[in-house]
């Protein structure tokens, strides 16, 4: 069984310039969810995808985007970027249990760095 | 909205003692618990989730957690540690919102040090 995969592990960007994350989620996974981790603080939640459409979204401007595609992959999007957006983007999977998915299973991470 | 709180962002033992990493959570209905554990420049992968299931919920590596309801906890707790875990530990609630989606919210984190 293949767990989540992100690319790429590192991304150098400039203010302003925007950048495309990807994720495959975990076999069987149909739910993906991203967070933003900062350095030395706990993730925070930007959005989830379910069936390709985005089901929830956490406090985050509309220059974070995202997007599910039929295999479930998705792929997460930052418009106009900035130096606060220099974070590791983590993407996670989980099934879709009929109940509301509940844990959820973790890539390595994407570190994104803006100068 | 539901949220955790870790009360030491550092904890400090030596290997072979054992390991109390505390977590408060405040819910207004049963909640779904977990915790993480993160080593460095990695992912994050589950250690155990508390589901309204067993109060002692027992975890991989040996880590488990007792939720207690009236005291509003979910520790997480091994009796030796060992070298290889020092890491950071994220004690998480599940939010749930419309349709069948839920979000995790995490704490600010426990960074373990273990001591040969």
């Known amino acids: 069984e293949t767990g989540v995969t992100q690319s790429p592990t590192h991304l150098i960007k400039t203010r302003g310039q925007q950048v495309t994350l990807r994720c495959s989620s975990q076999?069987?996974?149909?739910?993906v969810s991203w967070y933003q981790q900062a350095l030395g603080q706990g993730p925070q939640f930007i959005f989830q995808?379910?069936?390709?459409?985005?089901?929830g979204r956490g406090n985050f401007p509309p220059r974070f985007s995202g997007l599910q595609f039929p295999n479930y992959s998705s792929e997460l999007n930052v418009n106009a970027l900035e130096l606060d957006d220099s974070a590791l983007y983590l993407c996670?999977?989980?099934?879709?249990?009929?109940?509301?998915?509940?844990?959820?299973?973790f890539g390595p991470g994407t570190r994104l760095t803006v100068t | 909205a539901q949220s955790v709180t870790q009360l030491d962002s550092h904890v400090s033992v030596s290997e072979g003692t054992p390991v109390l990493l505390r977590c408060n959570y405040s819910?207004?209905?049963?909640?779904?618990l977990f915790w993480y554990v993160q080593h460095p420049n990695k992912g994050l992968q589950l250690l155990l989730k508390?589901?309204?299931?067993?109060?002692l919920v027992k975890g991989i590596n040996g880590f488990e957690a007792e939720f207690k309801k009236s005291e509003t906890s979910f520790h997480l707790t091994k009796p030796s540690a060992h070298m290889s875990d020092a890491a950071e530990y994220f004690c998480?609630?599940?939010?749930?919102?419309?349709?069948?989606?839920?979000?995790?919210?995490f704490g600010g984190g426990t960074r373990l040090m273990v001591k040969p």
């Open positions: 996670a999977s989980s099934p879709d249990d009929g109940q509301g998915a509940y844990e959820q299973y």
């Open positions: 076999s069987g996974h149909n739910t």
């Open positions: 995808y379910y069936r390709e459409e985005e089901n």
């Open positions: 819910s207004s209905y049963s909640p779904s």
């Open positions: 508390y589901t309204s299931a067993a109060t």
């Open positions: 998480v609630v599940s939010d749930r919102f419309g349709g069948a989606g839920n979000m995790l919210t």
